[in-house]
């Protein structure tokens, strides 16, 4: 019994690894913008507080 392969050209296997290399850039690129997002929001919640504690009229 004779197993059947497929045999695809090099061309085509730099392609479609190509490809891959972009969408893994792609999802660390979309990564890093929404831990960016997240440290943005909660630095300015924090600067907030800061403000209203320092800017409070408690003895």
């Known amino acids: 019994m004779r197993i059947m392969t497929i045999h695809i ?7 479609g690894q190509a490809m ?8 660390m690129l979309m990564s890093t913008i929404a831990i960016l ?14 403000l209203d504690l320092v800017g409070s009229e408690y003895p």
């Open 37 to 50: 997002a997240v440290f943005l929001y909660s630095f300015r919640e924090f600067g907030g507080r800061v």
């Open 20 to 27: 891959i290399e972009y969408v893994i850039v792609a999802a």
């Open 9 to 15: 050209p090099p061309a085509d296997r730099r392609s």
